[in-house]
């Protein structure tokens, strides 16, 4: 039977910090809270642990697992050098949710990095995933605790309904105050963002220059024509609902029903997702109103996301996200969900 411990009093915090410890000691794999998404936690040091992650998920080998710290120490520990501009990044940014890709050490196992030659590390702000890595007193790999390329888990419940019958403990900490993942920053090279989140170039680049650093420029980037992936997030198709979903522009809900008919499903089986041209319900099979506020969305997309799952949606017609900085790692996430269901 699948343990799922709450965390809301000191009380229960103390215990769920004490059984997800346990078992991470022992090599098991444990679902946790971070303030981005929930995720598959496991001794990063352990190659068989890290294995486990990969099978529970079905996650492809090649795509490299982000290591979290409990301090600049332990960061500094997974890596082979940390030059000023992570001393600068993590002064500004940690804990939080930025990951600094740099040269691994030799005491991460191959298996972490898919066989790369750098390694992600972030330092999370969660406190219950702080708490347990320093009762562990070793850093954690944790991707998503979800199958891959599915829609990553916001809440404790999303991670039970898709993958309970994989653990033995999910940790019950709220639901995720970001609501997607990290931002990536590559620092092994000129810097750039590997997957943009909601920290942007600009935010980073300002902090690298306050630093005195002369690289206060942080270039957009993807390594998805890299034979080996630097990052997780990178794969063409990515946090992906069953659902098909698409991302559209309407002025009103008479344009918006002539594209949904354009798509060839019926309007009842159409969940749609508004943020400012909110259509009425009638016929439609949901009508949700998301936020203008980027970090708002954040917080919300992906549970709505799955609510339209489990209530059966066919189609998904998302109004598209706003332009600006703040809002490319939601145009990102929601990109690469709606990948493979393109139109034809």
């Excluded at 898919?114 to 219950?128: C, E, I, L, M």
């Excluded at 007193?137 to 404790?156: D, H, K, M, R, V």
Aim: proline share 8%.
């Amino acid at each position: 039977m699948i343990e799922v411990l709450a965390t809301h009093t000191p009380e229960q915090f103390a215990v769920a910090v004490t059984r997800a410890a346990d078992l991470l000691r022992a090599g098991d794999v444990v679902a946790l809270p971070t303030e981005t998404v929930y995720g598959l936690a496991a001794n990063a040091f352990d190659a068989r642990a890290v294995a486990r992650i990969y099978d529970i998920k079905g996650r492809p080998a090649h795509n490299p697992i982000i290591v979290h710290v409990a301090g600049i120490e332990m960061a500094r520990a997974c890596v082979a050098m940390w030059p000023e501009s992570a001393s600068c990044l993590a002064q500004s940014f940690w804990p939080g949710p930025l990951t600094l890709v740099l040269p691994r050490a030799h005491i991460v196992p191959d298996i972490v990095t898919a066989g790369g030659t750098t390694v992600g590390v972030r330092w999370p702000s969660h406190p219950f995933i702080q708490a347990v890595i320093r009762a562990c007193g070793f850093p954690l790999a944790a991707p998503s605790a979800n199958l891959s390329n599915a829609i990553s888990p916001t809440t404790a419940e999303h991670v039970r309904r898709h993958l309970g019958h994989e653990l033995s403990l999910i940790v019950d900490g709220g639901p995720a105050d970001v609501g997607i993942e990290s931002t990536v920053i590559d620092l092994s090279t000129t810097p750039r963002v590997l997957r943009p989140g909601m920290i942007h170039e600009a935010a980073l680049a300002s902090a690298l220059a306050m630093g005195g650093l002369r690289q206060g420029q942080v270039e957009p980037s993807s390594d998805t024509d890299s034979s080996t992936l630097r990052s997780p997030g990178l794969l063409e198709r990515h946090y992906a609902p069953r659902a098909r979903l698409v991302m559209r522009h309407w002025r009103d809900g008479t344009e918006l029903e002539t594209q949904i008919d354009a798509l060839g499903v019926s309007r009842s089986r159409t969940h749609v997702l508004a943020h400012t041209h909110v259509p009425p319900p009638d016929h439609l099979g949901s009508v949700s109103i998301l936020p203008r506020d980027a970090a708002a969305f954040a917080r919300v997309i992906y549970a709505e996301l799955h609510r339209c799952d489990e209530a059966g949606a066919e189609l998904i017609v998302i109004e598209a996200a706003p332009d600006g900085p703040e809002w490319r790692g939601l145009r990102d996430r929601l990109s690469r969900a709606a990948a493979g269901h393109r139109d034809r």
